[in-house]
């Protein structure tokens, strides 16, 4: 079972990136699926969340209006496209899935079960 997170990388402030979050070994399909944040020497925090059925999702103030979390249930993958990225934006970003099948879109990482590797987002100013 692995969770695998990809496409971070440097990028300068007010640019973009897309990241996205690939599926082996388990199903996202039935599931709510995530992306938190951890900067150096901060706690995990939520950015987005968005529900099995793609139709619903939820973002932290922080990223709102500027982040969009979708999912491919057929590929198995989910995405966080980032855009006027800050510097505050720098973290290690991990996707995780909803220990329950049907949950509803929960910034509490407790809620969530399996957590990708993470992928390293740096924004220079």
């Known amino acids: 079972v692995q969770l695998q997170a990809c496409g971070g990388g440097l990028v300068q402030a007010g640019g973009s990136l897309r990241l996205s979050c690939a599926c082996s070994g388990l199903t996202l399909s039935s599931y709510t699926m995530a992306w938190f944040r951890q900067a150096p020497g901060k706690e995990r925090d939520f950015v987005a969340a968005?529900?099995?059925?793609?139709?619903?999702?939820r973002y932290s103030d922080s990223v709102k209006d500027r982040v969009t979390i979708s999912r491919d249930n057929a590929k198995n993958t989910v995405h966080l496209q980032m855009n006027s990225l800050r510097p505050e934006d720098t973290a290690v970003y991990y996707c995780?899935?909803?220990?329950?099948?049907?949950?509803?879109?929960?910034?509490?990482?407790?809620?969530?079960?399996?957590w990708g590797q993470g992928t390293l987002v740096t924004v220079s100013s």
């Open positions: 995780a899935r909803s220990r329950k099948a049907g949950a509803s879109e929960s910034s509490r990482p407790e809620e969530y079960h399996y």
């Open positions: 968005v529900r099995w059925s793609g139709g619903s999702t």
